[in-house]
């Protein structure tokens, strides 16, 4: 991220949930009706401009039509994991929510039916964090009273005390989301925090996304999908900092305390949340991006 700013890769993922919610077919993957109000952008031409703009730093990659299908790979890999999260949420048998690297994640907002009963806490980047609640007030936007806020730096400060002095009990089940944030973070701060929500009292359980070593996708457009966006991100002052193979998530997870761990694959995910039609998120079946564990 850059210094004392908020992060553009969280601006780019709501523009990308709003831009769903705004033009995509019915059933629609996601129903984030917040996350525009939340970008602050002015009209539904600036979103198609901006996403426009990132289309064309793909382009400049690689062609039009490539970079057409991995906006929408991009897009809808960014909904189907909001989607996941409230799916095993509405299973889930916890007492709090925790939103790790929350950005403009308007879950608590949105979904009273699935976190109303929950104490919520959305921890972020001090400027990432300051930035969304300007923005949540500019958008007249009501935060419930079981909602609290946790400025963290996962790289220069320790989760398990800031999520303590939050008032994020180890002792209770828990539900942590960790969606688009990994990738950002050292080997280093990736480990420490999974360990830290596997502490949690059983039952507790995470859904993340991940991105896996170009290696692992050879093939042509998946591997160069994953250096192209590396590519963007980093020009947004993001550079990805991890990536990773399944296996070795899955034992970093198990050593965590999360002895369940289930990966979604692109066929799961097509004929779940795209009714089996392949067209918008042209993975290769295999491939998985977004996982769930619990710890029992
Ligand atoms: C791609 S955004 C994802 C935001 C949100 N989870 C979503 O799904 O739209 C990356 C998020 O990671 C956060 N982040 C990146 N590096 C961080 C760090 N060192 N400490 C705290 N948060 C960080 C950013 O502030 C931002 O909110």
Not at 276 to 290: C, H, L, N, R
Request: aromatic share 8%; with cysteine; charged share 25%.
């Amino acid at each position: 991220m850059i210094e004392g700013q908020p992060s553009r890769t969280a601006l780019m993922t709501a523009v990308q949930r709003a831009h769903h919610y705004l033009t995509a077919p019915e059933p629609k993957i996601l129903r984030d009706d917040l996350a525009f109000a939340l970008t602050g952008l002015e009209s539904t031409e600036v979103l198609q401009s901006y996403l426009d703009a990132i289309t064309a730093q793909f382009a400049a990659l690689s062609d039009a039509e490539t970079a057409k299908t991995f906006v929408s790979r991009i897009d809808g890999a960014v909904c189907m994991r909001s989607r996941v999260v409230e799916e095993k949420l509405a299973e889930a048998d916890v007492e709090q929510l925790v939103i790790l690297g929350a950005g403009l994640d308007s879950l608590a907002y949105r979904r009273p039916d699935l976190t109303a009963n929950l104490q919520v806490f959305e921890v972020d980047h001090p400027a990432t964090q300051q930035w969304k609640k300007d923005q949540i007030t500019a958008a007249n936007i009501t935060v419930p009273d079981n909602v609290a806020f946790t400025a963290f730096d996962f790289e220069n400060q320790t989760l398990a005390e800031a999520l303590k002095a939050g008032g994020v009990r180890q002792d209770k089940p828990t539900f942590f989301t960790w969606l688009g944030v990994h990738m950002y973070l050292t080997d280093e701060a990736v480990k420490s925090t999974l360990n830290v929500m596997g502490a949690h009292a059983p039952g507790s359980e995470m859904v993340m996304d991940f991105i896996s070593p170009s290696y692992v996708l050879a093939g042509g457009v998946a591997e160069d999908s994953v250096e192209q966006l590396k590519e963007v991100v980093m020009k947004m002052g993001e550079p990805i900092k991890s990536q990773y193979y399944e296996p070795e998530l899955e034992e970093r997870l198990n050593t965590a305390g999360f002895d369940r761990v289930d990966f979604l694959n692109a066929r799961w995910l097509i004929d779940h949340y795209l009714d089996g039609v392949k067209a918008a998120f042209d993975m290769p079946d295999e491939a998985t991006s977004i996982l769930w564990a619990k710890r029992s």
